[in-house]
């Protein structure tokens, strides 16, 4: 079945830098477009990124534009999120998404939405606090 871990989130100072990682199996890492969505305490759930199939094509929310860079290695079946320059409204818990479907971004505009679609991860703490 499919199953996306995060994992290195964690408590950074304001400016700080986390790298999130995804480790995903069960399924054809290399077909599928990716997602970060992320929840902040008592908020409904922002898109923060995505990425295609190959990762040749990437797309960010305009609160992290600049600052997270999404990135893949389809040959370790894992997906990236960079965060530099952190600020304490990233406080969240950071989701890894997987489209339904393979080689389409189908659940894009639902996750922009803030509609819960596609396969999710069980989500990584990231904390920007002094």
């Known amino acids: 079945q499919v199953q996306l871990v995060e994992s290195g989130g964690g408590s950074v100072q304001p400016g700080g830098s986390l790298r999130l990682s995804c480790a995903a199996s069960?399924?054809?890492?290399?077909?599928?477009?990716l997602y970060w969505v992320r929840q902040a305490p008592g908020k409904g759930r922002e898109w923060v990124s995505s990425?295609?199939?190959?990762?040749?094509?990437?797309d960010y929310s305009a609160s992290v534009k600049g600052r997270f860079t999404i990135s893949r290695d389809n040959n370790k079946n894992t997906v990236y999120l960079q965060m530099k320059s952190l600020k304490p409204e990233d406080t969240a818990v950071y989701f890894c998404?997987?489209?339904?479907?393979?080689?389409?971004?189908?659940?894009?505009?639902?996750?922009?939405?803030?509609?819960?679609?596609?396969?999710w991860g069980q989500g990584t703490q990231v904390t920007v606090s002094s």
């Open positions: 998404v997987r489209d339904t479907n393979p080689f389409m971004s189908g659940i894009q505009t639902q996750l922009r939405q803030g509609i819960k679609s596609g396969y």
């Open positions: 069960g399924f054809t890492f290399s077909s599928f477009w």
């Open positions: 990425i295609n199939y190959g990762g040749g094509y990437t």
